[in-house]
């Protein structure tokens, strides 16, 4: 590997690609799937923007999923490409700070979403009389507005930290974005308490939430079960194993990887599983609330018509 020592403020992102034909085969593999998760997640955003039979709960917290996973993308696959292409894999300290304190931001933030949304589907099927009242607009509101305002808080922490600390070693990221734990290995000073901080983070950001989607779903799975209606009872089914396989594909490689000991950890392995949560996972779940939504789908057909007709008018 070579050896990139401090010359600047820069950092050196050593990416995910490697210069080889193996490196040229997963570019062309991520190009696609970096668009098709770009034109899925904007054209959830806008389709449930522009329908107002989707502006409910459910649909305006998975608005806000889908715009978390556009900025995720966004965040880090245009870099990694464009270090791949160019050959220059440094990346600037503020860059590098506002890299970090996205993805941070979104990690907590998405994962608050995600509660927020089991909570919602909680309340509308194992309560579906007092759901109005439960999920009206505020409440919707509120969820949203904390599950930023926390993440963003969080982020600030944790980057306010990561950034003052003395890096006096090698500047070069073992990883293809800014990730806090990646570079706590380059710095001069004892980062060990810090450690014990992003567990923490882990645990209140992403395990506790996953709990909490789990007991839910639970309750969720357990009403369903005792419902007389079929068709209310495959309806139920549909939406909730939705919403577990969008939640299993970005919970697993998150916790796993942050909730292990250091000792265990290998940067190799890390890149990989944050493949799931910052490129895989952002494709998947818009075709995954698209394909098997029936309002959705309902929604793109009017949206489809309406624009056929101003074109032929």
Not at 44 to 62: C, F, N, Q, S, W
Request: hydrophobic residues 50%.
């Amino acid at each position: 590997m070579q050896n990139y020592t401090q010359t600047s403020t820069d950092f050196i992102l050593l990416g995910l690609l490697p210069p080889t034909t193996a490196g040229l085969v997963l570019f062309i593999l991520i190009i696609p799937i970096f668009l098709m998760a770009l034109a899925g997640n904007l054209a959830m955003v806008l389709l449930i923007l522009l329908d107002a039979h989707l502006h409910t709960p459910m649909y305006v917290l998975l608005s806000q999923l889908s715009l978390m996973d556009l900025v995720y993308v966004c965040t880090t696959v245009p870099k990694m490409t464009s270090d791949f292409l160019s050959g220059n894999k440094s990346i600037s300290f503020i860059g590098c700070v506002f890299q970090a304190f996205f993805f941070v931001t979104l990690g907590g933030s998405e994962g608050l979403i995600l509660m927020s949304m089991a909570y919602d589907r909680y309340v509308a099927i194992c309560f579906p009389l007092h759901y109005p009242i439960h999920m009206n607009r505020r409440v919707c509101v509120l969820m949203i507005l904390g599950s930023w305002t926390l993440g963003t808080v969080n982020a600030c922490a944790h980057i306010v930290y990561a950034f003052h600390i003395p890096y006096c070693r090698s500047r070069a990221i073992n990883h293809f974005f800014c990730e806090v734990p990646s570079m706590l290995p380059l710095a001069c000073v004892d980062t060990s308490t810090y450690e014990y901080t992003v567990f923490f983070s882990t645990i209140i950001f992403l395990l506790l939430p996953f709990i909490v989607i789990v007991s839910s779903y639970g309750k969720v799975f357990l009403a369903v079960y005792r419902m007389c209606s079929h068709e209310g009872r495959k309806k139920a089914y549909s939406t909730c194993s939705t919403h577990l396989t969008v939640v299993t594909f970005y919970y697993a490689p998150f916790v796993y990887t942050y909730l292990r000991p250091k000792s265990f950890r290998s940067p190799t392995q890390a890149k990989i599983l944050a493949v799931f949560y910052t490129i895989l996972t952002p494709m998947l779940n818009p075709m995954i609330y698209s394909l098997r939504n029936k309002e959705v789908m309902g929604a793109l057909e009017r949206m489809s018509r309406k624009i056929c007709s101003v074109k032929m008018s």
